[in-house]
Nanobody, 125 residues
Framework: QVQLIESGGGLVQAGGSLRLSCAAS?????????MGWFRRAPGKEREFVGA????????YYADSLKGRFTVSRENAKNTVYLQMNNLKPEDTAVYYC?????????????????WGQGTQVTISS
């Protein structure tokens, strides 16, 4: 069993920043799992944001978000972060953390095995 708990969402003005956290726990959680961030805006499908491999220390981002969003992790706390800068109203969505039983990152939500409940991010213009 793996639990993922997101935090850090909220309401900010356009141009502002937020940092989301995802704390992973559970008897079967492994630091070898790749971790991803996804988002779902109202009326849209779940969209890949970024991902990080614990082992390979590599990150991968959606092309449209490169340069504004950064994924990082803190091994000692089993926590993954999503730093979001220069936020825009179109970034408004529920943001989800996910874990994959593989060390290799992936962009498809179907490839992830565990999900958090999500945290709402709202950007006002």
């Amino acid at each position: 069993q793996v639990q993922l708990i997101e935090s850090g969402g909220g309401l900010v003005q356009a141009g502002g920043s937020l940092r989301l956290s995802c704390a992973a726990s559970g008897r079967t959680f492994s630091k070898t799992y790749a971790m991803g961030w996804f988002r779902r805006a109202p009326g849209k499908e779940r969209e890949f944001v970024g991902a990080i491999s614990w082992i390979y220390l590599n990150t991968y981002y959606a092309d449209s978000l490169k340069g504004r969003f950064t994924v990082s992790r803190e091994n000692a706390k089993n926590t993954v972060y999503l730093q979001m800068n220069n936020l825009k109203p179109e970034d408004t969505a529920v943001y989800y953390c996910a874990a994959r039983r593989s060390s290799v990152v992936h962009t498809s939500p179907d490839e992830y095995d565990y999900w958090g409940q999500g945290t709402q991010v709202t950007i006002s213009s």
